[in-house]
């Protein structure tokens, strides 16, 4: 069998941060999965099965050696959302639907890769990306606030109706349930940020803190169900708890492959596969150049590709690397994937013996667990920042963050997309122009607006600062010409061409129609400082040989030069 | 009443042109309009409706001087394909949505000038415009046999179809019908061009030429109608005829609009509204090129949609520039408007006192007409240049020109709109790098691998050539990062900006990340060459004071000066 490179190249001094990473993203990974499956709407075992099997695969066929898979929030909830798109209530019709769904994402990804097209998501821009990711942990902040209250508020609302809701009933709050919910909430932040700053000042053993610091989410699953346990809260209080996970592991299933079922799953199993491979690389390249290693973009597509479809047959729903995980991961001292293969194993002990110990689990704990692990993705500084750099990337930015709260997730990241290259074209249909002159007596020539400079009214010198491309060729002749038309005295125009690095078809159309219109109008043409590859593609063209090669020139000096009376 | 500059400047000697020219398009749209209403399924009337009020609105509200406005070869084509998709085959109800689609037309063409989204008909490529407009000659040529040959072929199936049931039909032609109709064909290219050619060899009166050699339609008409009416071929021989069509001018009309009418035809109402605002402009112009005249396309939007405005209420349907018809008023001396009203004037007269002269007129006369007027439409040249100079750009005109065959006019529009930008993204997403040296002792620095140049290996100096945005965000990591690993002697990177035009938020966070990344393996990254508009958006951002002001260089020499140990 053809071993993984970090198998064979194992060294001995790997294996203790390996262990005590895979204990460590154990203990943060049985919580959050089980959390994450009640943000998808399924029971929690589906979402312990989708945390063995898959980080098998994933430690095999994946690049990056520190990116901890299992379930993960925004998957969760695109998940949730397509279920209930498809107007899917029973729970076992539920439960197959997920599992069909992983099928589709784990094949969709790797049909990426057979088809090379894994580039698609450099199409999602940052800010595009920033807003999606914000509105959606909004909305799953918003959608637990229920499970901590205790509130009974249907799925699937409209971010705008949850939160009338949640305030129209605040004061129906289930009691006990709030106390659990609130509390576990101050439990997690306790251990993120008091105790973790206490840590640090009283000992520099990097793994003790960081495995103390990440119990938190254990510590509120321990402490409240206890206090469920012995107080009776379930049946006194009605506080709502997990109830009976069945036990052991996942037996292997076919998903149901009905025609009709996979036509009517294929967009958002598009859309969430495209997510969860943008998440993984995205967190997958942040943590290999620190350690200076690389990613490999299309062996991610046949890791994550293949975690999907191993969750799909065992029982699990769409999976990919998630953030806070992989950074425990990361900084608890992972040196290779084997600490995924330690976690697994934990999970699936956990799955053999634990399980009974999750009846009185109650949903608020893990509601709060959900809360503090997404808040920090909802992100003010990239908006901030784009305001001020850029506000077309900031309009993007809000268009996406409203578009998915008011309406929903998949109808957002399409609508960021769309604007994203809408403003992009739109930008490079009205390129910016300069016109350009000597400055002093130097070979230097710079805009005429921003610089002292000499020109020459017979000559117009132009720098046209985009590549031309149909989208701006009516900009290129009607900018030209609006020039011609107020100078009377012109002889020469020189375009100068080096910021030119593609003339596609119908700008060289362009520019042999402006060559004619100025011919006619007693003006030259002149060319000046084409990049190689540009005049690599010009040169067999009947353009170049109606302009006439001497008019053609390496720099902007010469042709003024040439020109000048 | 506030007149249009053309009434208030208008010279005497412009008369005798317009005059002439209106009456010599006249002879050219009475036929014509007929022929392209039988194209759209329409009666004869509604074409020829058409060819009055909206002129007259034009004249008014446009600002071409000589673009002829009536029906033409595409949106009859496009209309006709509405009707059959909508599955209206009742021919009263096929006239009033008619009316209601041009209705649309022209509040569509309306509401881009209010939006100031004009612009929109710029994210065409030639090449595209190129291939939608070939395959559609070529449909609607097809379209027309079945008239030339008196064939019975069913409207509204795909092209593949229609050509193979004419081929499998040949023989069922009718003989009389076939007779007409491929005489009308000859009789057409005679007056085109062996009898163009004489009358340009015996006189220089270029308004007789154009009136002689533009009335092939007229005399196609005359000697086919006498033709038939002489031998009473519509009765014996199974001749198609016109009929009857009624006398008088159009009564005003309220087009239907009721909701769910208006949402069905909304798709292709845009489309046909985009085509037709594309036409005329382009038409427009070229032909006010010519003239060193101006097409304001803001005054092209309100002309045109008046005009389908004023041919939805006067029982017309879509209307724009066409292009045979501009020529022949531009070439016969129209010199303003008034050519147009003059054309409107007589085609009112014939409406009132010679329809009933049409009653013998053959369809195949028409369909010879049509297919007279679409053929040299068929572009092959475009095609041949575009693979020549471009292959993605042949690729599009391929995907566009077979789609509209295959599938639909509007299918096919969509994929090559589609198809063209994402072709132009994908490129921009790859851009060229280019590592430049110095050459000699100069101040010129170039491309490694086109020139002989001296480089120092503590330094690396990059040129990309193309603008930053976040589809190439990721390309540029790559290529650095790779860079950086391929050379263990590096000291300093330098990126050459004079391509880059733009860069967005995505694309600053990367160089930022680019920035921490170099850092951390000890070398330091320096910028030369950046923009002015470019720089002025850098200036305030945190990425520019963590790079240090310092270590940006006016020019490469510059960087390389200070950089050299």
Chains 1, 2 share one sequence.
């Not at 430690?59 to 998940?79: D, E, Q, R, Y």
């Not at 002093?440 to 005429?448: P, V």
Request: glycine fraction near 6%.
């Amino acid at each position: 069998m053809l071993l993984p490179n970090w198998v064979t190249d194992y060294k001995k001094t790997e294996l203790s941060g390996d262990l005590i990473a895979g204990v460590i993203v154990a203990v943060v990974l049985v919580p959050q999965s089980m959390a994450y499956g009640l943000l998808a709407g399924l029971p929690p075992q589906v979402a312990l099965y989708s945390s063995v099997l898959p980080l098998l695969l994933y430690a095999i066929f994946g690049s990056s050696k520190t990116l901890a898979v299992g379930p993960v929030g925004l998957m969760s909830l695109m998940t949730g959302a397509t279920l209930i798109e498809l107007n899917i209530t029973n729970i076992e019709d539920m439960v197959s639907t997920a599992h069909t769904l992983a099928l589709l994402v784990g094949l969709i990804l790797l049909l990426m890769r057979v088809a090379r097209v894994g580039a698609i998501i450099n199409f999602l821009s940052h800010p595009v990306i920033s807003g999606f990711v914000s509105a959606s942990a909004l909305i799953i902040a918003l959608s637990q606030i229920k499970h901590i209250l205790g509130l009974d508020i249907p799925r699937g609302l409209p971010a705008y109706e949850s939160a009338y809701l949640i305030i129209s009933q605040l004061f129906q709050s289930n009691l006990a349930t709030a106390i659990i919910g609130l509390g576990s909430l101050f439990l997690l932040w306790a251990f993120k940020s008091p105790l973790f700053t206490f840590l640090k000042k009283h000992t520099s053993n990097e793994a003790l803190i960081q495995f103390i610091s990440k119990s938190g989410p254990l510590a509120a699953v321990v402490v409240s169900t206890l206090a469920v346990y012995y107080m009776g809260l379930n049946t006194h209080e009605n506080v709502a708890i997990i109830g009976s996970i069945p036990p052991g592991l996942p037996s292997f299933i076919l998903p149901n492959l009905e025609y009709s079922l996979l036509k009517e799953l294929l967009p958002s199993a598009f859309l969430i596969a495209l997510i969860g491979y943008l998440e993984s690389v995205s967190i997958g390249k942040s943590m290999a150049s620190q350690k200076r290693q690389k990613i490999d973009s299309n062996k991610e597509l046949i890791g994550l590709g293949t975690a999907n479809i191993a969750s799909a047959i065992s029982g699990g729903y769409p999976v990919a690397g998630g953030f806070g995980r992989s950074m425990v991961n990361f900084s608890a001292g992972a040196n290779s994937p084997l600490a995924s293969i330690i976690t697994a194993g934990l999970v699936a002990l956990t799955l053999i013996i634990l399980t009974p110990l999750f009846f009185f689990l109650p949903k608020a704990a893990l509601g709060a667990i959900i809360v503090l692990a997404v808040i920090p993705l909802i992100d003010a500084y990239t908006l901030k920042h784009a305001w001020s750099y850029d506000r077309t990337d900031a309009f993007s930015m809000l268009v996406t963050f409203f578009t998915v709260l008011i309406i929903d997730v998949e109808s957002g990241i399409i609508a960021g997309i769309i604007m994203s290259i809408g403003l992009y074209l739109f930008r490079s249909s009205q390129p910016h122009v300069a016109i350009v002159g000597q400055v002093g007596n130097t070979e230097h020539y710079r805009n005429i607006d921003r610089h002292k400079v000499k020109t020459d009214e017979h000559i117009l010198a132009m720098r046209i600062d985009e590549n031309l491309y149909f989208a701006n060729t009516n900009f290129l002749e009607d900018t030209v010409m609006t020039h011609v038309a107020d100078n009377s005295a012109l002889d020469h125009v020189v375009l100068i061409c080096n910021s030119i690095s593609y003339i596609d078809t119908s700008a060289l159309e362009s520019l042999d129609d402006i060559h004619y219109r100025l011919e006619k109008a007693g003006i030259k043409l002149h060319l000046a400082e084409i990049k190689g590859p540009v005049m690599d593609k010009l040169k067999q063209t009947e353009f170049i040989e109606k302009l006439g090669a001497e008019n053609i020139y390496l720099s902007t000096h010469q042709a003024m030069q040439a020109l000048k009376k």
